[in-house]
T-cell receptor, first 116, second 113 residues
Framework: NAGVTQTPKFRILKIGQSMTLQCTQD?????MYWYRQDPGMGLKLIYYSVGAGITDKGEVPNGYNVSRSTTEDFPLRLELAAPSQTSVYFC???????????????FGPGTRLTVL | DAKTTQPTSMDCAEGRAANLPCNHS???????VYWYRQIHSQGPQYIIH???NNETNEMASLIITEDRKSSTLILPHATLRDTAVYYC??????????????FGGGTRLMVKP
């Protein structure tokens, strides 16, 4: 199992450019998430998905879009990059057990994005 | 989800126990206490969770007070590789709306030789 993989590891964008951050998991998890982490801060949820075809907004969705066409993939799209989107982006996945207490989230290694 | 309060930073000598406190005085009866950690430049890693009983696994122990308003994560024999930011998260079990984790500032644990 590779777990949760993210590409690219690093990227520099110019203001107004667009890009897609890729996230793939091979654990057959239903739930997937995108978080961002600004320097020295905790993680904030951008979007999440409870299964293929179902996505919903998290705490900070503005400026981002997602899609979930398969169980494995959950790409994050930035349409018009802005300096405020400079951050480290983490993808995560989980498979909640029945009873709900053991829903461990597994995180990818992150994508470091700089918008200049 | 209930808010949590953790010290900003702590030091621990290598080989000694590291005790990381967390206050969650507004916790509800159905909210669990989760601990994650984030080693520099890596994604967060799950450590342990509990509801009201003390819990232990291969990584750590979790002690929850009887009134559930605070808890302590214990790393019994801290190593240099345990240097990380430790997040205490209080939340309800997942439902159809997803398993969102709300990360606060965490405690930066520095394990020193």
């Amino acid at each position: 199992n590779a777990g949760v993989t993210q590409t690219p590891k690093f990227r520099i964008l110019k203001i107004g450019q667009s890009m897609t951050l890729q996230c793939t998991q091979d654990m057959n998890h239903n739930y997937m998430y995108w978080y961002r982490q600004d320097p020295g801060m905790g993680l904030k949820l951008i979007y999440y998905s409870v299964g293929a075809g179902i996505t919903d907004k998290g705490e900070v969705p503005n400026g981002y879009n997602v899609s979930r066409s398969t169980t494995e993939d959950f790409p994050l799209r930035l349409e018009l990059a802005a300096p405020s989107q400079t951050s480290v982006y983490f993808c995560a996945s989980s498979y909640p057990s029945t009873g709900g207490s053991t829903d461990t989230q597994y995180f990818g290694p992150g994508t470091r994005l700089t918008v200049l | 989800d209930a808010k949590t309060t953790q010290p900003t930073s702590m030091d621990c000598a290598e080989g000694r126990a590291a005790n990381l406190p967390c206050n969650h005085s507004t916790i509800s009866g159905n909210e669990y206490v989760y601990w994650y950690r984030q080693i520099h430049s890596q994604g967060p890693q799950y450590i342990i969770h509990g509801l009201k009983n003390n819990e232990t696994n291969e990584m750590a122990s979790l002690i929850i007070t009887e009134d559930r308003k605070s808890s302590t994560l214990i790393l019994p024999h801290a190593t240099l590789r345990d240097t990380a930011v430790y997040y205490c998260i209080v939340r309800v079990p997942p439902n159809n709306a997803g398993n969102m984790l709300t990360f606060g500032g965490g405690t930066r644990l520095m394990v020193k030789p």
